[in-house]
């Protein structure tokens, strides 16, 4: 999220409930409309949030798989090396709601501890990605003891109804560095609003990807492959589909920059000649200069401390902390103070 853009939180209804047509062409609306107002900023941005269509959700799955990206590795071995003295502090019967599940399998690891212990469990899953809700449903499947409700929302507005479902103490997991796409008064905004739908005794897991060396970031964001230039440029081809753009793929080169100032890499599209782009849904038509970007998403890299500090403020206390030291990674379990 961007420093000088602020994000309304409650876009996208659950679709699975109510009418999923009127939900689909809301959705494509906000979408417009986020779209016409981004491009004309300076510089010109588009939401990483609209990153994640149904080939986008794979592409990232795709991008947690390779060698240079080491967050999803690093945060799983903590999990599996910990989950059992993870779920410890927890109740019984325990609430678990993932927010941005991905695939689910790092919620497995979690489901798994618990049923060890003998605990059932009823799970969340909040997305407005529905191919992430169905991979993390299928992956879920082989827990008789889960409970397992998908909600297609934005983080607070479905952990406002997993809250008013809860059975027991619950535990949000917030889990892949996606505390990482927020600028810090979002993120401290965001927690708040987190612990606004908690109670005390309740828990937040926290996975946050660690400063490092500049060149392992850089290779990590604009890995050999391409797979993270092909993640960024089908927002253009979403665009392109969706809303009626022309695009042209060919035109754009996927540039991450890491911004030392502010602990952030950033993903930017860059044009490679003048041109001029209309997209007939947003009402928009944009002129692109030679080397001018769009600036479409951060992942703001923390401290073991200062993320502690973070999400204290916010009125949790820290119960423990893991950190992956060989991949700078940090899990970290607070409780609601």
Known sequence: MRDDVRIDDVRIEDTRAGDEAGVLDASRSTFAADVHRDLQLTPKQLQSKYLYDALGSHLFEAIC???????????????????????EPLGDPCTIVELGCGSGTKLATIAQALRRRGSPVLVHLIDISATALELSERT???????????????????LKRAAAARRGAMCVLFLGSNIGNLDMPAAAEFLRDVRGCLRAGDALLLGADLVKPAGELLLAYGDPLGVTAAFNKNLLERINCELDGNFDLAGFDHRPVWNAARSRIEMHLVSRRAQMVHIRLADLTVLFAPGEAIWTESSYKYTPESITELVTEAGFRSYQQWVDTDARFAVTLFIVA
């Open 140 to 158: 879920l499947r082989v827990f008789p003891h889960a409970s397992i409700v998908g909600h297609r929302a934005t983080y607070i507005e479905g």
């Open 65 to 87: 798989q390779l060698p240079w990206y080491r967050i999803t590795r690093a945060e799983t071995r903590l999990l599996e090396r910990y989950a059992d003295g993870l779920v």
